[in-house]
């Protein structure tokens, strides 16, 4: 038994927006993290003399810092939220 054409156009639809949507917040991610680096590497040559790292190790070290950094304060965003602080913005906004 043969599917209708309409049937197959629906899931192509549906899956394709869903490959979408399931890539867009990794692909996001991803860009986020570059952006991140170029930021570490360029504090990284402003305070070379302070900063005892000068391989890729200590690059990779000072990028997962940044990382641990920006999901802190995420996680503090988060704790904000929740308070009545936080829902008292969300309803002024």
Do not use: Q
């Not at 869903?18 to 867009?24: A, M, R, W």
């Not at 991803?30 to 900063?51: D, F, N, P, Q, T």
Request: with cysteine; proline share 4%; hydrophobic share 60%.
């Amino acid at each position: 038994m043969k599917t209708p054409p309409s049937n197959t156009l629906g899931f192509l639809k549906t899956t394709a927006i869903g490959g979408v949507l399931f890539l867009l917040p990794i692909v996001v991610v991803i860009v986020l993290l570059g952006y991140v680096l170029k930021a570490v590497v360029s504090v990284h040559g402003v305070l070379r003399e302070w900063i005892p790292f000068d391989s890729a190790t200590g690059i990779a070290l000072l990028f997962s810092l940044a990382v641990v950094l920006i999901l802190a304060a995420c996680f503090v965003a988060g704790l904000i939220a929740h308070r009545a602080i936080g829902v008292h913005f969300s309803r002024t906004m």
